[in-house]
């Protein structure tokens, strides 16, 4: 099985205080685990409209994301974007919202076969009916 970790879980491995269940969960996980651009993107514009004093670090924290994952970092593809446009219908027969992210991130996850690794599953959770399967690393 493999994963693709969803932003919020990359921005918790750079806390200073990582929660033992995700420290587990990721040792035991590591070689299975890929990122999105979109996470990229999303951690680029976070440092972008950051307060000065805090855009230093946050660089530092995607560089060391970007240096880990080198090998990890999955792009947005065309079959990607036809997953997504496959989502965008069924939430709006739902009629349901999910952010524009966080749909491309389950369009990745359903064009690759991964598992979304996520805290956030009450966007990811309506997504089932699609097939997306969900793990929260940190239960």
């Known amino acids: 099985m493999t994963y693709l970790v969803d932003t919020d879980i990359v921005s918790l491995t750079h806390k200073r205080y990582l929660p033992p269940k995700l420290a587990q969960w990721l040792s035991l996980n590591e070689t299975n685990c890929f990122i999105s651009t979109v996470t990229l993107a999303?951690?680029?514009f976070g440092a972008?409209?950051?307060p000065e004093g805090h855009r230093e670090a946050l660089l530092a924290d995607i560089e060391k994301t970007e240096s880990d994952f080198s090998e990890?970092?999955?792009p947005?593809?065309?079959?990607v974007l036809v997953e997504w446009k496959r989502i965008s219908a069924f939430l709006k027969k739902e009629r349901r919202t999910i952010s524009c992210e966080d749909s491309l991130l389950a369009a990745q996850?359903?064009?690759g076969d991964h598992t979304m690794a996520t805290n956030n599953l009450a966007h990811f959770k309506l997504l089932e009916p699609l097939g997306l399967k969900v793990v929260n690393?940190?239960?």
């Not at 947005?76 to 079959?79: A, G, S």
């Open 42 to 44: 999303e951690m680029r």
């Open 48 to 50: 972008a409209i950051a």
């Open 72 to 74: 990890a970092i999955e």
């Open 76 to 79: 947005v593809t065309l079959i």
């Open 109 to 111: 996850c359903l064009a």
């Open 137 to 139: 690393p940190l239960a």
